[in-house]
């Protein structure tokens, strides 16, 4: 049984690393995970599942091939499942992901930011 | 596709009623459902899946049959499937909740409390 409050800010204190997302909580086969992004990601798509964008602090914006959004803090966003999409943000930004366990940051594109996608914290 | 930016902060704008959840993101089956909570809940649980309570705002209390945890603004919290809970919160708290779709927010219990299930915002 799952008894533990968690504190997004207390967890973000933990690490300093950017594009290395961070598991803190898991719902059935759904985690949600704590990452720090800033500068360009990888073009990529997940072939089996939407993703979910939260903005905790900072500006993200997603980039699709052919138009983007931009989301603040206390947004959200869906990605479709299979639709290509580079996520951006200028400065450090803090991010909830949500998404089923095993995606990978990367799809299948793979590439230097490709992280291990199982990294509890 | 979905390219909508949700913000919580409008969303909340667009209704007062109090524990009468409001969907304003679908990932998979997972829904995301904003919900205003204030006062004592319904004790119940949920026999088939996990739910995921985020504070936007204020504080939360949840109560378990022999303890409780209290979230407030950036914290989250997993209820484990079958585990009776019982919200409760001493001012209005606007909490951001995520679980499969067609959830009840009473699990069996029933009640007056009791919200359609299936309403977007």
Same mark, same amino acid.
Request: aromatic share 10%; glycine share 6%; net charge negative.
């Given at each position: ?35 720090? $992004? ?5 073009? +990529? ?5 939407? @993703?979910?964008? &939260?903005? !905790? ?20 966003? $869906? ?5 290509? +999409? ?5 400065? @450090?930004?803090? &991010?909830? !992901? ?20 199982? $990294?509890?914290?």
């Amino acid at each position: 049984m799952e008894k533990d409050v968690v504190n997004f800010h207390q967890k973000f204190s933990l690490f300093t690393e950017q594009w290395s997302p961070k598991i803190v909580a898991q719902m059935n086969n759904i985690q949600f995970k704590l990452v720090r $992004v800033e500068g360009d990601f990888t073009w +990529h798509d997940h072939k089996d599942t939407d @993703e979910v964008f &939260i903005v !905790l602090e900072g500006q993200l914006r997603i980039d699709y091939r052919n138009s983007s959004v931009t989301l603040n803090e206390g947004e959200m966003h $869906v990605v479709a499942k299979g639709v290509e +999409h580079k996520p951006f943000a200028a400065k @450090e930004c803090k &991010i909830l !992901l949500v998404e089923p366990a095993g995606t990978v940051n990367t799809g299948d594109a793979g590439g230097n930011k490709t992280a291990p996608s199982d $990294v509890w914290i």
